[in-house]
Nanobody, 115 residues
Framework: QVQLVESGGGLVQAGGSLRLSCTAS???????MGWFRQAPGKQRELVAS???????TYADSVKGRFTISRDDAKRMVYLQMNSLKSEDTAVYYC??????????WGQGTQVTVSS
């Protein structure tokens, strides 16, 4: 069984930075992983993803500001968020693609950016 636990969310002023972490346990060896977010009243959005060879993809809204990375030895994936904007406020979820795309999700961590 796969479990994902996010941490690192919080309240930050616009222009600031946060680093989200996701710890994976279970059958997680070399899987694609990602970060989604969902703001109140909005659809869930794929923010960034990373595959085992390190290739990354980003939503246009975060390109140049967010960086996804992984440490397979520690079974962790990170999301470094810089130049945060109020529209980045959302619950952020870590995902892992074990048997199908994004089939495992963490419980989410709240990120609030004050303007």
């Amino acid at each position: 069984q796969v479990q994902l636990v996010e941490s690192g969310g919080g309240l930050v002023q616009a222009g600031g930075s946060l680093r989200l972490s996701c710890t994976a346990s279970g059958r997680t060896f070399r899987r694609a992983m990602g970060w989604f977010r969902q703001a109140p009243g909005k659809q869930r959005e794929l923010v960034a993803s990373i595959i085992p060879n390190g290739r990354t993809t980003y939503a246009d809204s975060v390109k140049g500001r967010f960086t996804i990375s992984r440490d397979d030895a520690k079974r962790m994936v990170y999301l470094q968020m810089n130049s945060l904007k109020s529209e980045d406020t959302a619950v952020y979820y870590c995902t892992l693609s074990a048997y199908s795309l994004h089939d495992y999700w963490g419980q989410g961590t709240q990120v609030t950016v004050s303007s």
